[in-house]
């Protein structure tokens, strides 16, 4: 079965310190990859999705970057972290190969910038 | 751009009270919906979906959504809500045209009250 795996769970950093948050999927190839970060009364917002190995869209123009260096694997970056980048951060994945497939989550990174 | 909607930010119910939260998309393509759920303390969940056919759907836990094309809308129903039915439910659209992505609403919160 697929699995879907997202670290740290919790994260407290300072202001201007760099950021890299890494999620991989098992159990499935070529998947859809997203990044999502989600506010309290603002929902999930679309960071950035991936189709294949290199290929990052961006939704919203922002401090942080997206990498997919490998098929299964998705990294949030940011070189200098800012107080308003505080939030809950979600990847997640979506088949290529199953028609109108879902996305599936994972467990999130609590991430608190001070 | 593509945006969705949800009309209530935080319901608050009694149990057995029937429910039906709003949701409304932006975009004149063929769409795919969703509804997720959040369990306090829980990751995201697929609660239903709609894809083609029947515009009214079933989900788990008896919760049903109706898509509704001319309105752009996919409103959640359930006829009696329970206690456990507390939680932020989240509207979220794919846009087949642009990798996938999944648009998500701002959430609503519902709290039911025993």
């Known amino acids: 079965s697929q699995t879907i795996h997202q670290w740290p769970a919790t994260l407290v950093q300072p202001v201007g310190s760099p950021l890299s948050l890494e999620c991989t999927v098992e159990?499935?190839?070529?998947?859809?990859l997203y990044w999502y970060r989600q506010a309290a009364g603002r929902g999930l917002q679309l960071l950035f999705y991936?189709?294949?190995?290199?290929?990052i869209s961006s939704e919203v123009p922002q401090n942080l970057s997206a990498s997919r260096p490998q098929d299964r694997q998705f990294i949030l970056s940011s070189k200098k972290l800012l107080l308003s980048d505080s939030g809950f951060y979600l990847c997640?994945?979506?088949?290529?190969?199953?028609?109108?497939?879902?996305?599936?989550f994972g467990n999130g990174t609590r991430l608190t910038v001070t | 751009a593509q945006s969705v909607s949800q009309h209530n930010h935080h319901v608050i119910l009694s149990e057995a009270a029937s429910l039906e939260l709003g949701c409304n998309y932006s975009y004149g393509g063929t769409v795919n919906l969703f509804w997720y759920v959040q369990y306090p303390g829980q990751h995201l969940q697929l609660l239903l979906k709609?894809?083609?056919?029947?515009?009214l759907v079933k989900g788990i836990k008896g919760f049903e959504a109706e898509f509704i094309k001319s309105k752009f809308s996919f409103n959640l129903r359930k006829p009696s809500v329970q206690w456990s039915d507390t939680a932020e439910y989240f509207c979220a659209v794919k846009i087949y045209n642009q990798g996938g992505k999944l648009i998500f609403g701002q959430g609503t919160e519902l709290s039911v009250k025993p």
């Open positions: 159990g499935t190839s070529n998947p859809n």
């Open positions: 997640a994945w979506s088949s290529r190969q199953v028609y109108n497939s879902p996305l599936h």
């Open positions: 991936s189709v294949g190995i290199g290929q």
């Open positions: 709609y894809f083609s056919g029947d515009p």
